[in-house]
């Protein structure tokens, strides 16, 4: 036998089921009865053997329609239609047994009527009800026939069939409002999972960190970007002191005063955050939303809008100066091939010698535009020093004595080779025009901590006035007269462009330049 579908969803069933088991309760409970007490307790008062038949008819069709039940066949209007009907029988024979309307059996079947109208949610209840009002009209008149029941008791009937069609369209009436209260609860819930998944995707995509706290400090959510910017994941439930004491220091004096000491939080080396604290309330729940926005990334935007305007003012000065700048020392040189005098000669060298200053001026300017084509990879950073040495070594023409290097193999980086190449020439050219010269005047040095690898460059020279500190790496700042002032400039752009940091160490002798390189992670690339 094949089975026939259903467009109806399992609550259906189960409710039909639940329905099949109050008929089963009903039926066993009038068996016992009549099986037990008999007649005493005013059931089957007309007639026993009636009253005992139906009850048994009553249980076995109960128990085969679980048959039907548990196949979903026939389907599920035709067997809800089939209980009905089987109640409004079997209930009405009970109570024609039982006396006619005054046993008040036929009151049970208000119960059958107000199950199916919730369970079938249609009009199909109204039917139902007509059945009913229908079946016991034909039995109060048989009993009027036949067992000269009271013609008078027409009313208490009319009144019962009056009780079937208000059941029945009430049960109506709730079932429609239960259908639409589910069909908004169902969008609701839609709602609210589309806002969820939303609420998930902009966490997950934030390029600012954001943590959730609530009352207690415990973190009830965090974004990847938080994880990356703390260098640690928190698992939902654990302590915001526990995890990230810095940052509670921060949210305990927040709480307290509703200010932070600094808008700005050193969280790593080269990591900075600024701090902002929003406060939510959901029902009794309070809770706080942290949110760290990385400085890094609002300096990299900030420098993007420096090197466009930067761009168009390199260009505009390639075109303008280096052209007229050309002919200049051109001429000038063409003029010193002329029988001069020493006056004439001396005066044509200097016009020569700062043409040649502002090219290089020129040239160090339109080298900045370099810093937004990053081509990071990652390689062993001593081996690549090594080589750097040499070239350095040939093209200063220094003895291998001058220049040291200290560390091991594997100390692996991310950084565009060229622009690492550029920064070693401007840091240890530094270092050499304020060094001695001597065997291990020149010192590059390897270390590692904290997964990061750090670089020093140190020179035996004079060092650094603490005057002149801050200002090194401004642009056009220099202290002699042959420089540009651009070098560590370009240099601290390069290595901000790499996600790395360029620093000047303070030490008791000499001067002290520091690389720290960012962290590599697994695509190759450096964290912030």
């Not at 995509?205 to 928190?234: F, T």
């Not at 005063?257 to 959901?282: C, I, K, P, S």
């Not at 466009?308 to 010193?336: C, D, Q």
Request: with cysteine; charged share 15%; glycine share 8%.
């Amino acid at each position: 036998m094949e089975l026939i579908s259903e467009p109806h969803p399992v609550d259906f069933w189960r409710s039909l089921r639940y329905f099949n088991l109050y008929r089963l309760a009903l039926s066993g409970l009038f068996v016992t009865i009549s099986g037990v007490f008999g007649s005493s307790l005013s059931l089957g008062t007309r007639n026993w053997s009636v009253f005992f038949t139906a009850s048994c008819l009553y249980a076995v069709v109960v128990l085969l329609s679980f048959i039907a039940l548990h196949w979903r066949w026939p389907r599920f209007t035709w067997q809800l239609a089939a209980y009905v009907s089987c109640d409004i029988v079997g209930l009405s024979m009970l109570s024609y047994a039982s006396g006619g309307i005054q046993s008040n059996i036929g009151l049970l079947l208000m119960v059958s009527l107000a199950s199916a109208g919730l369970i079938s949610r249609g009009k199909i209840t109204l039917f139902f009800a007509s059945l009913a009002s229908i079946a016991a009209l034909l039995e109060h008149s048989y009993d009027v026939l036949y067992d000269d029941a009271p013609v008078a008791l027409y009313i208490q009937v009319g009144l019962l069939c009056v009780a079937y069609f208000a059941v029945a369209w009430m049960a109506h009436t709730l079932a429609k409002y239960a259908i639409d209260s589910q069909q908004l609860a169902q969008r609701r819930g839609q709602d609210l999972a589309s806002l969820s998944e939303a609420n998930r995707l902009v966490m997950r995509d934030m390029q600012d960190g954001v943590l959730v706290v609530d009352e207690g400090g415990g973190i009830m959510q965090m974004n990847p970007a938080a994880a990356r910017m703390l260098r640690c994941s928190a698992l939902p439930g654990s302590l915001l002191a526990e995890n990230f004491p810095l940052l509670f220091g921060q949210y305990a004096l927040w709480k307290r005063t509703g200010t932070v000491n600094h808008n700005t939080l050193q969280l790593d080396v080269g990591m900075q955050a600024r701090l902002r604290f929003v406060a939510f309330e959901r029902g009794a729940a309070y809770g706080v939303v942290v949110f760290l926005e990385d400085m890094q990334r609002v300096r990299a935007e900030a420098q993007q809008i420096k090197l466009a305007a930067m761009g168009r003012l390199t260009a505009s000065i390639a075109h303008e100066v280096r052209n007229p700048l050309s002919a200049i020392s051109y001429a000038t040189e063409l003029m010193l091939e002329d029988q001069v005098d020493t006056q004439q000669q001396r005066l044509l060298q200097i016009v020569l010698e700062n043409t040649q200053r502002i090219n290089r001026i020129v040239i160090d300017v339109m080298q900045l535009n370099r810093r937004d084509r990053v081509v990071p990879e990652v390689f062993d950073l001593y081996s690549m020093l090594r080589t750097f040495i040499e070239e350095f070594n040939l093209t200063e023409r220094l003895a291998t004595e001058v220049v040291a290097l200290y560390g091991t193999e594997g100390s692996m980086v991310s950084f565009d080779r060229g622009h690492l190449r550029q920064v070693l020439w401007n840091v240890c050219g530094n270092a050499l025009r304020y060094g001695n010269k001597m065997p291990g005047s020149l010192i590059l040095s390897l270390q590692s901590e904290k997964n990061r690898v750090m670089l020093a460059v140190q020179d035996d020279g004079p060092g650094v006035s603490s005057e002149h500190q801050g200002r090194l790496f401004e642009p056009f700042f220099t202290t002699a007269t042959e420089g540009t002032g651009l070098g560590l400039y370009i240099a601290k752009e390069l290595c901000e462009a790499n996600g790395a940091l360029l620093e000047y160490c303070v030490r008791q002798a000499g001067a002290c330049f520091r690389i720290t390189f960012g962290e590599i992670d697994h695509n190759g690339k450096n964290y912030a």
